[in-house]
């Protein structure tokens, strides 16, 4: 048993994953020292969103209200560095990584206001309560008919 724990908590820091559930790392092509922490506690003081999301899982329709932060507005705070050339900040690309190593792509162009618009979530909150009672936030992306790109646990989110 002794061995597992050290096992684990060598791989939590060889992957750079945290163990710890109550704060995820923003880095990659961003500003602010290329890497910002976030806590539940932090997003809970940015402007919140509050959406209701419909999508399929495990064959039937699921429906839920999500209180967070817009994803595009964790970015903007860590400072997304544009990429060269004429729309160059369109062509990133944001991977979001959850605990358990589940990764999604969303694209900046779907959550920019001049384009897409789409408002896709940092939530801490479904249906009223926490979305994990460890603290976790988990990302959802409303109009999605499947609820693939749903991450639970997120750890970090990296711009590209």
Known sequence: MRF???FLLSWFAATGIAAAADSFTVDGQVKQTLTLTLTVAELRKM??????VAYEAQGKIQKSQFTGVLLLDVLNK???I???GKGGRF???VEVTGGDDYVIAVAMGEIEPNLEAKQ???AYLRDGKPVDPAGSVRVVVPGDKHGARGVRDVVRITVK
């Open 120 to 122: 896709v979530l940092v």
């Open 78 to 80: 860590a400072g997304v």
């Open 82 to 84: 544009d990429g060269a």
């Open 47 to 52: 402007p919140g969103v509050t959406v209701d």
């Open 91 to 93: 062509r990133r690309v």
């Open 4 to 6: 597992v724990i050290v």
